[in-house]
């Protein structure tokens, strides 16, 4: 099939971003790779026909990171702004500054991104970020995932509106309009239009994950595996995880009614903790455990734990996790706050009562 005939159409660039043609503006993140330039010039067409048909569209902004990694982002930054000015665009690009982690670099960056990238879009007055996630990324997220042992949420993979909170009652909307676009569509895109991109070599980095998955995916689709299946078991596991939310929100208004007390216990009856299917309970001790304590996410692996000795223990039982406490004595569950780490080392030979998980 000729690249022309592959190419994303107008019509079909109307509907990837329809939804968002009432919003005051848009944050482009355009790194100059094929996927977010085929982003920008899609967006712009877009555009310029809302201009058309109903004299107004949102304002578009680009946005490059540049991650202070290589020495070809700041030329790769300089062709996008090239390119956003050609298309009457603005154009910014920042940098991630400061000292870079010697592990985990890749998910640091990532961080660092979307941080940069919000800073931007309230800067500007505006609300969403637009990324240029595609199906093929979908599927290796799905894959990288998997291969992590992740649970139900981790394998819906990447929803196509995300909130990112950027304060204590905001938040930053990431929508991705290409995320059931193959990469090879968007590259046709560019070729129909005689643009060029450059690439990014950590994409073929073996040493990272991400590119040492991608290299499977042609083995894997030998198999049947290509990336369409693998999006269709996310947008499967996104409709069970709904499902899955929904009995979750029925347990906690049954069990451990609101509005929860910041500095009071939250009681659970153990009985009926116990009568709930696995999921719906571990998700619910998620919530307690979550809301009681102070030191953020709680790990899976820790809670899934917790929650078996929860389901087993025909003795009291008391531990700390994510600086909540979890007491366990006959029918009552407790979760509170856990006293600080200093008062519960003073506490000499009784404070073998806590078993940190």
Same mark, same amino acid.
């Given at each position: 099939m000729a690249a022309a005939d592959q190419a994303v159409r107008d019509a079909e660039a109307d509907a990837l971003f329809s939804g968002l043609e009432n919003l005051r503006g848009l944050v482009l993140a355009v790194s100059g790779g094929s996927d977010s330039t085929a982003l920008l010039i899609l967006a712009e067409r877009w555009a310029r026909g809302l201009r058309k048909s109903r004299g107004r569209c949102p304002e578009l902004l680009a946005v490059t990171i540049d991650h202070g990694l290589?020495?070809?982002?700041?030329?790769?930054?300089?062709?996008?702004? =090239?390119?956003?000015? #050609?298309?009457?665009? &603005?154009?910014?690009?920042?940098?991630? +500054? /400061? @000292?870079? %982690?010697? @592990? /985990?670099?890749?998910?640091?960056?990532?961080? =660092?991104?979307?941080?940069?990238?919000?800073?931007?879009?309230?800067? &500007? /007055?505006?609300?969403?970020? *637009?990324?240029?996630?595609?199906?093929?990324?979908?599927?290796? @997220?799905? *894959?990288?995932? *998997?291969?992590? $042992? !992740? $649970?139900?949420? $981790? *394998?819906?993979?990447?929803?196509?509106?995300? &909130?990112?909170?950027? $304060?204590?009652? !905001?938040?930053?909307?990431?929508? +991705? %309009?290409?995320? !059931?676009? %193959?990469?090879?569509?968007?590259? =046709?895109?560019? #070729?129909a239009a005689g643009l060029a991109h450059s690439e990014d070599p950590s994409n073929l980095d073996p040493r990272f994950a991400r590119p040492r998955l991608r290299a499977l995916m042609p083995h894997l689709a030998r198999e049947g595996l290509d990336a369409r299946g693998l999006a269709r078991l996310a947008t499967r596991m996104r409709r069970a995880e709904a499902t899955v939310e929904f009995a979750v929100a029925a347990a906690n208004a049954a069990l451990a009614p609101g509005p929860w007390r910041e500095d009071g216990p939250i009681v659970l009856p153990a009985a009926q903790f116990r009568d709930l299917p696995a999921e719906v309970g571990l998700r619910l001790l998620g919530r307690v455990v979550t809301y009681a304590g102070d030191e953020g996410p709680v790990e899976l692996g820790k809670l899934e734990e917790l929650y078996q000795a929860l389901r087993t223990s025909q003795a009291p039982l008391r531990r700390t996790l994510a600086g909540a406490l979890i007491t366990l004595r006959g029918e009552r569950l407790v979760v509170e706050r856990a006293p600080p780490r200093r008062a519960r080392r003073a506490g000499g030979k009784g404070n073998r009562r806590f078993t940190k998980l």
């Amino acid at each position: 099939m000729a690249a022309a005939d592959q190419a994303v159409r107008d019509a079909e660039a109307d509907a990837l971003f329809s939804g968002l043609e009432n919003l005051r503006g848009l944050v482009l993140a355009v790194s100059g790779g094929s996927d977010s330039t085929a982003l920008l010039i899609l967006a712009e067409r877009w555009a310029r026909g809302l201009r058309k048909s109903r004299g107004r569209c949102p304002e578009l902004l680009a946005v490059t990171i540049d991650h202070g990694l290589r020495r070809e982002a700041k030329r790769e930054a300089a062709a996008v702004k =090239a390119l956003a000015r #050609k298309l009457r665009i &603005a154009h910014r690009t920042l940098q991630w +500054r /400061g @000292t870079k %982690p010697k @592990t /985990g670099l890749q998910e640091a960056a990532r961080i =660092a991104r979307y941080r940069l990238l919000a800073e931007a879009t309230t800067h &500007a /007055g505006y609300e969403h970020i *637009l990324t240029a996630h595609t199906l093929d990324d979908q599927a290796e @997220t799905v *894959l990288f995932r *998997l291969a992590r $042992g !992740s $649970g139900l949420t $981790g *394998l819906c993979g990447m929803a196509y509106a995300a &909130a990112v909170p950027v $304060g204590t009652d !905001s938040a930053i909307f990431v929508v +991705r %309009p290409l995320l !059931s676009v %193959p990469k090879v569509r968007l590259q =046709a895109t560019l #070729k129909a239009a005689g643009l060029a991109h450059s690439e990014d070599p950590s994409n073929l980095d073996p040493r990272f994950a991400r590119p040492r998955l991608r290299a499977l995916m042609p083995h894997l689709a030998r198999e049947g595996l290509d990336a369409r299946g693998l999006a269709r078991l996310a947008t499967r596991m996104r409709r069970a995880e709904a499902t899955v939310e929904f009995a979750v929100a029925a347990a906690n208004a049954a069990l451990a009614p609101g509005p929860w007390r910041e500095d009071g216990p939250i009681v659970l009856p153990a009985a009926q903790f116990r009568d709930l299917p696995a999921e719906v309970g571990l998700r619910l001790l998620g919530r307690v455990v979550t809301y009681a304590g102070d030191e953020g996410p709680v790990e899976l692996g820790k809670l899934e734990e917790l929650y078996q000795a929860l389901r087993t223990s025909q003795a009291p039982l008391r531990r700390t996790l994510a600086g909540a406490l979890i007491t366990l004595r006959g029918e009552r569950l407790v979760v509170e706050r856990a006293p600080p780490r200093r008062a519960r080392r003073a506490g000499g030979k009784g404070n073998r009562r806590f078993t940190k998980l």
